[in-house]
T-cell receptor
Framework: AQKVTQAQTEISVVEKEDVTLDCVYE???????LFWYKQPPSGELVFLIR??????QNEISGRYSWNFQKSTSSFNFTITASQVVDSAVYFC?????????????FGGGTRLMVKP | GAGVSQSPRYKVAKRGQDVALRCDPI?????LFWYQQALGQGPEFLTY????????KSGLPSDRFFAERPEGSVSTLKIQRTQQEDSAVYLC??????????????FGPGTRLTVL
């Protein structure tokens, strides 16, 4: 069975603050993918990043960075210098690697509110 | 646009009515997924198609839920005798399938179903 936990249901920050969204996962698979998606008020899920379980190298993309630690089964997401446009619900997700029908298992989401 | 489209975007049904939700995947995408997202929660897997074959329907909550993809392109999710607990956003996603090394899923905007 697979499980993704996002313990923070809601975070509120003031613009330009840094914020970290936590994600902890459980899986019996030895190989898997981890994802982050953004869901703005319009409702469409926007893909942000995918990591495979072989690659624990952290990644930075502009103001976004991700910290994957297999030892603690965590895949945390940091937004540096947050902006109002970052306000959305963010989902962490997990899927098996290499299977047909690699369904995504999502966490419950973290609602981020960035105030001006 | 070349993205995943869903119709209708909003549907209000009286309890006991049947509804049909449509998904148009990205052209050429082999895999198609349906997810259910209850208010304030993460999406949950319902069912998966590879071309016209429904390979996994383990997430369908009851036998009132039925999905089809007869020609391997457009898919319809049908809910019979709707109940209030069926109220949710129904998300469709498509991916290239096994031909893609990453099987990234692209999501549609969803159909928000409200059962009165």
């Amino acid at each position: 069975a697979q499980k993704v936990t996002q313990a923070q249901t809601e975070i509120s920050v003031v613009e330009k603050e840094d914020v970290t969204l936590d994600c902890v996962y459980e899986t019996r698979d030895t190989t898997y993918y981890l994802f982050w998606y953004k869901q703005p008020p319009s409702g469409e899920l926007v893909f942000l990043i995918r990591r495979n379980s072989f690659d624990e190298q952290n990644e930075i993309s502009g103001r976004y960075s991700w910290n994957f630690q297999k030892s603690t089964s965590s895949f945390n997401f940091t937004i540096t210098a947050s902006q109002v446009v970052d306000s959305a619900v963010y989902f962490c997700a997990l899927s098996p690697l290499g299977n047909a029908g690699n369904m995504l298992t999502f966490g419950g989401g973290t609602r981020l509110m960035v105030k001006p | 646009g070349a993205g995943v489209s869903q119709s209708p975007r909003y549907k209000v049904a009286k309890r006991g009515q049947d509804v049909a939700l449509r998904c148009d995947p990205i052209s050429g995408h082999v895999s198609l997924f349906w997810y259910q997202q209850a208010l304030g929660q993460g999406p949950e897997f319902l069912t998966y198609f590879q071309n016209e074959a429904q390979l996994d329907k383990s997430g369908l909550p009851s036998d009132r839920f039925f999905a089809e993809r007869p020609e391997g392109s457009v898919s319809t999710l049908k809910i019979q005798r709707t109940q209030q607990e069926d109220s949710a956003v129904y998300l469709c996603a498509s991916s290239l399938g096994d031909f893609s090394p990453y099987n990234e899923q692209f999501f549609g905007p969803g159909t928000r179903l409200t059962v009165l």
